[in-house]
C-alpha cells in the first residue's frame, strides 16, 4: 500500500465534527487511565511485561510493526485461557482513570468541545471501564478504536480497524478529517505511547503524559522528530493550558516554549 493512500476502515467512524472552533481527541489506554488495560491483560493474564517491554523497544527500533507486536500481545491472553467476558471483569476492577479526567471532561461538556477517544485498544472494553467510572455521562464521548471478535469457543481475536496499516489503527485517519475543512478546529490530542506516533504530527497542540516509571515511547518519538508537545502529569494540569487557548490568552506556540502543564 502507499504511503499516501489512505487505509482501508473495516468500521465506521462518527461524523466530522464541522461547526467547532476546537475538538479534543485523546489516546485511551495509559493516558485517560492510570495504567494501559491491553498492558494489564498481557503483564497479568499473557506472558508477562518483560516480554511486552521489549516488543514496544522493537517497535521503536522499527524492526516490527505496532499491529504484528500488538496483536501478539492480545493473543498470549486469549491462548492462556482467559475469555473476553473474563478480561471485561478484570478490566473494570482494576483500572482507573486519571484523577484529573473528570474535570477536564466537565470542562470540555462546559464549552461544548467535543471529546473524542482515538484508541487502539478495543471499544467494548473501553466502553465497559469508562461507563464504570463516568455513568451515563460516558453516551456523551464519542470512541474511534478497534473491535474485538469472540469466538464460540471462547477465545477471541481482535479487529484491526485499518489491518491493512502497521499501526492495526492508524490514528492519523481521525484526524486528518477535520484537517481537510474549509474552516478547521484548533485540534488538541493527548497520547503517550507508541500507538500514538502516527497521530502526533498532524495535531495543533500535541500533550503527552509523563509516566513515573520513565518509559514514555511517545515523548522519546517526539523529540527524536523534533514534534513540539506539552507534558503533562495529569489532567486537572491541563484544563489550565486549555482554557487559555480557547479564551485566546495564549498560543500554542507560547505552550510549547514552556514545554509542561
Not at 67 to 89: I, P, W, Y
Not at 153 to 159: E, M, P, S, T, V
Not at 210 to 225: F, I, Q, W
Request: negative net charge; charged residues 25%.
Amino acid at each position: 500500500m502507499s504511503l499516501n493512500t489512505a487505509p482501508k476502515s473495516t468500521l465506521p467512524y462518527p461524523p466530522v465534527h464541522r461547526d467547532k472552533k476546537f475538538v479534543v481527541l485523546s489516546d485511551w489506554d495509559g493516558t485517560i487511565t492510570t495504567y494501559d488495560s491491553n498492558d494489564y491483560m498481557t503483564d497479568f493474564l499473557g506472558y508477562g511485561k518483560e516480554k511486552r517491554r521489549a516488543g514496544n523497544l522493537d517497535i521503536l527500533s522499527g524492526r516490527v510493526t505496532f499491529r504484528d507486536a500488538f496483536r501478539e500481545m492480545l493473543e498470549s491472553v486469549s491462548q492462556n485461557g482467559h475469555t473476553f467476558e473474563e478480561c471485561q471483569k478484570v478490566l473494570k476492577e482494576n483500572i482507573k482513570l486519571d484523577s484529573g479526567f473528570k474535570e477536564f471532561f466537565r470542562y470540555c461538556k462546559s464549552e461544548d468541545i467535543p471529546l473524542i477517544i482515538v484508541s487502539s485498544g478495543m471499544e467494548p472494553l473501553i466502553r465497559a471501564i469508562l461507563s464504570n467510572h463516568v455513568g451515563d455521562d460516558a453516551n456523551d464521548i464519542e470512541v474511534i478504536s478497534n473491535s474485538v471478535n469472540v469466538h464460540k469457543d471462547g477465545l477471541w481475536n481482535i479487529q484491526f480497524r485499518h489491518p491493512s496499516s502497521g499501526y492495526g489503527h492508524d490514528k492519523s485517519q481521525a484526524i486528518l478529517p477535520y484537517r481537510n475543512l474549509e474552516n478547521p478546529p484548533l485540534l488538541f490530542f493527548f497520547g503517550d505511547g507508541v500507538s500514538d506516533m502516527s497521530a502526533a504530527k498532524h495535531a495543533d497542540v500535541l500533550f503527552v503524559k509523563e509516566k513515573p516509571d520513565g518509559d514514555n515511547d511517545l515523548a522519546t518519538y517526539c523529540v527524536k522528530e523534533n514534534i513540539p508537545h506539552v507534558l503533562f502529569a495529569d489532567f486537572s494540569k491541563v484544563v489550565p493550558v486549555v482554557r487559555s487557548i480557547v479564551e485566546g490568552k495564549k498560543t500554542p506556540k507560547e505552550w510549547f516554549e514552556i514545554g509542561r502543564a
